[in-house]
């Protein structure tokens, strides 16, 4: 990836064809996560969100090799079956700001977790608009208006791996870091890393 720069009102990169699967791949797979933890949609607190939230798109449809080898490794079948609070990376995307409070924290997330979720699957929507968009050169084009929205995506797909990786502050991203190669944590702690460099060029071409 050649690192973002700023072209007018844009931010300008260009990826890999390898890097672009990978992110779809990525977004494809927190969008699903986020969509089996969506209440019923007539449930409580769910009628801001379009009906199409809730059927599988063709952009997130198609299986992607290096993803399902990074699902193979770090998902078990039973954090899918869980219920959100049971799922460590549910628990990371939707946090409890009542830790010590059981009824404030499920009356938090009974009137805000629509609206959460609503915000993540659409920004994630976005990227995967301006990575479909993509010229065939790998030149990616990012407008002032969508890039709070790639900011967001990538910090959601950090806080994933980092639930997986089971990293919580900086000296668990180091000992992560010296892992060996073929612990399969090193491979994801590596998508890990590049995702924030990826976070940190689109910022820095903001200030430009």
């Not at 990371?92 to 609503?118: C, E, K, M, N």
Request: charged letters at 30%; glycine letters at 6%.
């Amino acid at each position: 990836m050649l690192a973002f720069h700023r072209v007018d009102d844009h931010a300008v990169c260009r990826f890999e064809p390898a890097e672009i699967n990978l992110l779809r791949g990525l977004i494809g797979q927190l969008i699903e996560l986020l969509m089996e933890s969506a209440p019923p949609a007539n449930g409580p607190g769910t009628a801001r969100l379009p009906q199409e939230f809730f059927v599988e798109s063709d952009a997130t449809a198609g299986d992607d090799e290096v993803f399902e080898r990074l699902e193979r490794e770090m998902v078990s079948e039973d954090d899918f079956n869980d219920e959100p609070s049971n799922d460590p990376v549910l628990k990371r995307l939707f946090p409890d700001p009542y830790p010590d409070d059981p009824s404030a924290g499920y009356d938090f997330q009974r009137f805000t977790h629509a609206a959460q979720l609503d915000d993540k699957v659409t920004t994630a929507r976005v990227v995967l608009a301006d990575l479909d968009a993509i010229a065939d050169d790998g030149r990616c084009a990012v407008c002032g208006t969508h890039t709070m929205g790639w900011l967001k995506t990538l910090t959601n797909l950090r806080l994933a791996l980092a639930a997986r990786l089971d990293i919580r502050n900086g000296d668990d991203a180091d000992q992560i870091g010296e892992l060996p190669d073929d612990d399969p944590r090193s491979w994801t702690f590596s998508i890990y890393e590049w995702l924030g460099w990826v976070q940190e060029s689109l910022l820095n071409a903001q200030d430009e």
